[in-house]
């Protein structure tokens, strides 16, 4: 490897790239135009022996070595951007000299970002790993945790590249945080450096990060939505949320009815489509933008949806690999997905409300509600240990004659209190049913819409949006005349 003019075995955006048997979906992550990114305050965070030629201690070895950063780990832009898109079919190989580095690494391949990637780790570092790929085919992503510093770090890399294969993608964990160093070690074509202490998360989203297609990086938020038992109306709260998200939010929402036997979203908003989501599911290899745009129902200017054929003529056993085929083909036209899932537990509506980037529980002040609320918090807690936990929303409360669990005691129980608590109110409900309308359109300063405002305001990340109080002569309709 010449210094002057680095050729590595690993590089960024090479035509030798690795690449997916998809590629349409998943692709390469690069830093724009070849270039480094910015720092902040980049002046003051440079060594003053920066500019001398490389090979003349360009890291100031020589020199007192200056400040840490904030402690504060030095990642390029792409690894810096928090992404919730999952990796690929790839083979991710880690060469460890901590041993919590290790144990770190190992941690994350079970989370669901990670759950298609073959990973492998391996104490040793840089050593480990020139060692191990002299005699066997490289990952697609080789991770190097090393204490080495300077010319020795920059020497051993050298040997690495010689035996590494063409478009393997290397990330590494260092031990000094070095501006210079970082700049150099992007030069040779690293992908990312990082130095601790990182976070679980922080790991998992540079390693997302390298593999967004930078053709089509964007993908949008999917909300799950599920009940704790059957008719407590979480599929009127899905509804009720897409609608919010849209309309309240401003923000375009897509929702996907799930419940293909018997399915409500079309009753909801008064829909009779030619086609649903069974269309879809059905065939997901066929699923593209032009496919979406002919099905779509188009509800709003911002809120469209795929509906379910809610028949019982013929049963749909379909593998879970097709909803996620399918989910994952909406959220790149979509900003917010929201999946109306029924109260059912097969392997698709598990794998589907694992994969979810947000999981919304709605239950009543039940006791079977309060079980199987804490059953589905403890699995997602547990298969999902590096996500935001579970959103439970209480419903139907405050039905007549009926003993119910006080919120307290429902909330101490639960370990976790709920983000809303929608009242049992049988006359709102159903004039929106009836009338094929959404609660903030019936009564946009009821207790439950505001409710579902505020939800769909902290899913979205902004803030509530204040409605319009009705007027007198909203109230009273001849006065509008």
Known sequence: MNHSNPDPAWSL?????????????????????????????????????????????????????????????????????????????????????????AQMVSGITSDRRMARAEVTVEQG??????????????????????????????????????VIEQGTKVVIIGAVNDIALFRELMARGVSEYIVPPVQPLDMIRVICSLYVNPDKPF????????????GIGSSTIAHNLAWSIAERQE????????????GTAA??????????????????????????????????????????????????????????????RVRRTSPFVVLDLPHVWTSWVKHTLLAADDAIIVAG???????????????????RPYDSPPTVVLSMVGVPKRPEIPFKDFADALGAEPVA????????????????????????????????????????????VETKKASLTDKIPFLKR
């Open 13 to 101: 955006g090479t035509e030798d790239d690795f690449v997916l048997e998809d590629d349409e979906t998943f692709g390469i992550g690069e830093i724009e135009g070849g270039e480094l990114p910015p720092f902040e305050n980049e002046a003051a965070l440079t060594p003053a022996n920066e500019s001398a030629p490389i090979g003349e201690d360009p890291y100031g070895l020589s020199a007192p070595v200056h400040a840490p950063i904030a402690a504060m780990p030095i990642l390029s832009r792409e690894a810096t951007r928090s992404t919730e898109q999952p990796v690929p079919r790839i083979t991710i190989h880690a060469a460890c000299e901590r041993p919590d580095i």
């Open 125 to 162: 570092g840089i050593e480990a790993a020139v060692v191990r790929f002299a005699a066997q085919a490289s990952p697609n992503l080789l991770i190097i945790d090393s204490l080495q510093q300077g010319p020795q770090l920059l020497h051993n890399l050298d040997r690495l590249a010689e």
């Open 219 to 230: 993908a949008g938020r999917v909300i799950g939505v599920i009940g704790a038992r059957g």
């Open 251 to 262: 923000s375009n929402a897509t929702l996907l009815d799930l419940d293909l036997s018997f």
């Open 267 to 328: 009753l909801d908003f008064n829909q009779d489509p030619a086609q649903n989501i069974a269309d879809a599911l059905m065939s997901p290899d066929r699923v593209d933008d032009v496919f979406l745009e002919r099905v779509m129902t188009k509800q709003t200017q911002r809120l469209q949806m795929l509906t379910a054929p809610a028949t019982l003529e013929r049963e749909f056993e379909l593998d879970p690999q097709s909803f996620e085929m399918v989910i994952d």
């Open 365 to 383: 002040p039940d006791l079977a509600s309060l079980r199987n609320t804490k059953n589905i918090i403890d699995l997602l807690k547990a298969m």
């Open 421 to 464: 608590s929608i009242p049992f109110d049988p006359q709102l409900f159903g004039l929106a049913a009836n009338n094929g309308q959404m609660i903030g359109e019936v009564a946009a300063q009821s207790k439950t819409a505001l409710a579902l405002d505020a939800l769909a305001a902290s899913l979205t990340g902004r803030k509530p």
